[in-house]
């Protein structure tokens, strides 16, 4: 661990002169996160990096550079994962479906310039396309099938709505379409088990329900790793040849590496550690990556109003998905107001001695997103800003 927790007093140093609203990132505590994710995954399974929760190329490179068992990228857009592909990242999945005759001639294009990208499919519909695509530019493309790993229990669906593909027989249907495909080869399996990687079960204040939650995530990874290992054994049956079988997420590493069939597991969330995750009884990570506001008004004694901070997460609207308070510690957001686009009060009655200019740090929900608000994002270790480095958005990148 760092030999300190970084405080209130040591980022306001650091930012000093530093225009706000401004994003950053720990490098000290981004490379204890690595740490334990290395050591929470072993050294059986690769680990794929989930561009879609970092955003900023500089950390991405630096994430890779810390070890080799970080190998390949799953991609959010097809556009992202093409550009991704030209700055030099290679092994790039996309995990979602692609559609657009535009983007996938544009994947085509650098498959046939050598390049590994994956499309993600889980309908014959899908492959249909794909090969049409690869017929047109003669060339043979790599794709994935996506198998749901939502679990039904009695009066209960636990999980997400993703994929149209939910066991070994609907996936053997896909495979076959493959098959019939001059263009279309299946290079592996991708599961995301969303209800263990990325639900909190120890979220304050809920003691029931995390108790119900850790319950079903208990019966939902045995009867997940079952139904993935029996996709996996009706396509090698089949004789399907799987270079990737991907599981899992930040949140549920422990669970997913346990499955023999698992060849990598894919991480995002957990290098910047966003508030969501303050929530998981199985680990704990350290906040990363953080942004900070201004002080600009003090309506009554106690309050301060802030310029900017409205960077509420995607999801279902819950409280849940605003940013979480930081530092200094003990201040709070208003019940009426929460974080707005361009202001935000807060209520503080603590020890730090807030006035005009005065830098709010908070952290986003959840991960990726942050990096869709700011440009740049400030390196620091040490004690000091070591550079400013462009986020996706600052590049002129914008997929989603």
């Known amino acids: 661990m760092p030999d300190f927790t970084p405080d209130y007093k040591y980022y306001c140093e650091i930012f000093k002169n530093t225009p ?9 505590l981004l490379n204890e996160n690595i740490r334990q994710i290395l050591k929470r995954t ?5 680990i794929r990096v989930a561009s879609k929760s970092v955003r900023c190329r500089a950390v991405l490179e ?43 001639k544009a994947v085509a294009e650098e498959v046939k310039q050598g390049k590994t990208l994956i499309l993600m499919i889980d309908s014959p519909a899908h492959v249909q396309r794909i090969n049409a695509i690869g017929q047109a530019l003669q060339v043979a493309l790599p794709v994935c099938i996506d198998i749901d790993m939502s679990s039904k229990f009695p009066g209960i669906y636990f999980g997400v709505f993703r994929s149209s593909v939910h066991n070994a ?91 023999e069939v698992v060849t990598e597991v894919t991480v995002g969330s957990g290098f910047y550690t966003p508030g969501l995750f303050d929530n998981y009884s199985q680990f704990s990570h350290l906040p990363a990556a953080a942004y900070a506001i201004e002080v600009v008004r003090q309506p009554v004694p106690g309050m301060y109003t802030c310029l900017g901070g409205g960077y509420v997460a995607s999801g279902a609207i819950a409280k849940d998905k605003q940013p979480v308070p930081y530092l200094p510690q003990g201040f709070r957001l208003t019940d009426n107001e929460g974080t707005g686009e361009v202001q935000t009060p807060i209520t503080y009655q603590g020890t730090e001695t807030l006035t005009y200019g005065s830098p709010i740090f908070l952290r986003h929900s959840k991960a990726g997103e942050l990096c869709e608000r700011f440009n740049d994002m400030h390196l620091v270790s040490e004690g000091k800003i070591i550079r400013k480095e462009k986020t996706f958005r600052g590049e002129g990148k914008c997929f989603l």
């Open 62 to 104: 630096h994430v890779f550079a810390a070890s080799n068992q970080f190998q390949g990228i799953m991609s959010f857009h097809p556009q992202e994962a093409v550009w991704l592909s030209q700055q030099g990242f290679d092994d790039i999945l996309m995990g979602y479906p692609v559609w657009h005759e535009t983007d996938l």
């Open 20 to 28: 706000k609203p401004f994003a950053f990132t720990n490098l000290d």
């Open 169 to 259: 027989t609907e996936a053997l249907e896909v495979y076959a379409a493959i098959e019939t495909a001059e263009f279309v080869t299946l290079d592996g399996i991708m599961g995301y088990e969303a209800q263990i990687a990325g639900l909190g079960d120890k979220v304050p204040g809920q003691v029931v329900k995390n108790a119900m939650i850790k319950l079903l995530k208990k019966r939902s990874i045995k009867e997940i790793a079952r139904r993935r290992a029996s996709v996996v054994q009706a396509l090698e049956a089949k004789g399907a040849k799987l270079r990737v079988v991907n599981g899992g997420g930040t949140g549920s590493l422990e669970s997913t590496i346990q499955e």
């Open 42 to 46: 072993g050294s059986t399974k690769k």
